[in-house]
């Protein structure tokens, strides 16, 4: 297992665009999933984890929203944490194939007893969610902000339905900052040419990581004194770890025939998505192989 500066970490690639400006996260390949479902509260909310621990001895019945939640591995263990003392969670997201699926797989693969209210799913969109203002002590979300525009109006809504008191938390990576070794030439096509230039394309953000701060601002108002920023990073450096985001790669921007038909109306040839493709083979396979990015976060209390 890789480690961040925080923890033990075994985090997921974020796909690229599947059609040149929007992520269809219906149709997201099974290795994209597997590796989003490595995702908890342990590994990807660490900053988070002692002030949902204060919140949750002064209210054990405490209530927290996830928002773009997927398929929903970090919510189950939030419910894990919480549940057992009377707490809930809330998860939404967009996209209802996501949900289906994170229902699906609550008990036997995220370990949450069907037979308890831990934690229940919604349909919602982060812009306009469907709850009554200070609702929730925690409101949390995790690489959602970096696929939409307008990143603190979805901020601003979080601090709406948190409870006076509550906090809002948000992670988001900084895919410019992403660094990998070894320098393969493959790699960096795929990252510059690819990655970074198909999300800025479909105007999401490439540094949500350090812009994140400035979006908090925007929406509380510009109240520093409420906000704690922090950096962690994600770390792919263990074969398991490795061939995970290396699959996830391949598969989600490199092998259906829909985003291959895009990556070719952007300038990309087959000549070079095939170098790409086998630039992250060699990646995965070398020992000496490595990959980080920084990842942006936030606590922001109402
Ligand atoms: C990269 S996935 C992250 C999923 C999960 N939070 C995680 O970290 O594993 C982004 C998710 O956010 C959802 N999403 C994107 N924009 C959203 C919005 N405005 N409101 C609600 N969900 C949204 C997508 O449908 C997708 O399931």
């Given at each position: 297992?890789?480690?961040?500066?925080?923890?033990?970490?075994?985090?997921?690639?974020?796909?690229v665009?599947?059609?040149?400006?929007?992520?269809?996260?219906?149709?997201?390949?099974?290795?994209?999933?597997?590796?989003?479902?490595?995702?908890?509260?342990?590994?990807?909310?660490?900053?988070?984890?002692?002030?949902?621990?204060?919140?949750?001895?002064?209210?054990?019945?405490?209530?927290?929203?996830?928002?773009?939640?997927?398929?929903?591995?970090?919510?189950?263990?939030?419910?894990?944490?919480?549940?057992?003392?009377?707490?809930?969670?809330?998860?939404?997201?967009?996209?209802?194939?996501?949900?289906?699926?994170?229902?699906?797989?609550?008990?036997?693969?995220?370990?949450?007893?069907?037979?308890?209210?831990?934690?229940?799913?919604?349909?919602?969109?982060?812009?306009?969610?469907?709850?009554?203002?200070?609702?929730?002590?925690?409101?949390?979300?995790?690489?959602?902000?970096?696929?939409?525009?307008?990143?603190?109006?979805?901020?601003?809504?979080?601090?709406?339905?948190?409870?006076?008191?509550?906090?809002?938390?948000?992670?988001?990576?900084?895919m410019e900052t992403e660094v990998f070794?070894?320098p393969l030439p493959g790699l960096l096509k795929f990252h510059n040419d690819l990655e970074v230039r198909v999300i800025r394309a479909?105007?999401?953000?490439t540094s949500?990581?350090?812009?994140?701060?400035?979006?908090?601002?925007?929406?509380?108002?510009?109240?520093?004194?409420?906000?704690?920023?922090?950096?962690?990073?994600?770390?792919?450096?263990?074969?398991?770890?490795?061939?995970?985001?290396?699959?996830?790669m391949?598969?989600?921007a490199?092998?259906?025939?829909?985003?291959?038909?895009?990556n070719?109306?952007s300038g990309i040839?087959?000549?070079e998505m095939?170098e790409m493709?086998?630039a992250w083979?060699?990646?995965?396979?070398?020992?000496?192989?490595?990959?980080?990015m920084?990842?942006?976060?936030?606590?922001?209390?109402?």
């Amino acid at each position: 297992m890789s480690q961040d500066t925080h923890s033990n970490q075994n985090q997921g690639s974020e796909p690229v665009a599947s059609e040149g400006h929007k992520v269809n996260w219906s149709t997201l390949p099974e290795d994209v999933f597997r590796v989003f479902e490595t995702r908890t509260a342990h590994n990807s909310a660490v900053y988070l984890l002692p002030t949902l621990q204060e919140i949750q001895s002064r209210n054990p019945q405490m209530k927290l929203l996830d928002v773009g939640s997927g398929s929903g591995s970090i919510s189950a263990s939030f419910a894990k944490i919480i549940g057992p003392a009377g707490g809930h969670v809330t998860a939404v997201d967009v996209n209802p194939v996501v949900l289906e699926r994170a229902t699906k797989i609550l008990s036997d693969k995220y370990g949450v007893p069907a037979d308890r209210d831990w934690i229940s799913f919604e349909i919602a969109d982060g812009h306009k969610l469907p709850f009554e203002d200070d609702t929730f002590d925690v409101v949390h979300c995790h690489q959602v902000l970096a696929h939409n525009k307008g990143q603190w109006e979805i901020l601003r809504e979080m601090l709406r339905v948190a409870k006076p008191g509550g906090v809002v938390a948000a992670r988001e990576g900084d895919m410019e900052t992403e660094v990998f070794w070894p320098p393969l030439p493959g790699l960096l096509k795929f990252h510059n040419d690819l990655e970074v230039r198909v999300i800025r394309a479909r105007g999401a953000s490439t540094s949500s990581g350090r812009e994140l701060l400035s979006w908090a601002l925007k929406a509380n108002g510009g109240n520093r004194s409420k906000i704690v920023t922090s950096f962690s990073a994600w770390s792919y450096t263990e074969p398991e770890d490795r061939k995970l985001w290396a699959q996830g790669m391949i598969e989600v921007a490199l092998s259906n025939p829909i985003v291959c038909e895009s990556n070719i109306k952007s300038g990309i040839t087959e000549a070079e998505m095939d170098e790409m493709r086998d630039a992250w083979i060699e990646w995965r396979d070398r020992d000496d192989a490595t990959l980080s990015m920084v990842q942006g976060e936030i606590l922001m209390r109402k």
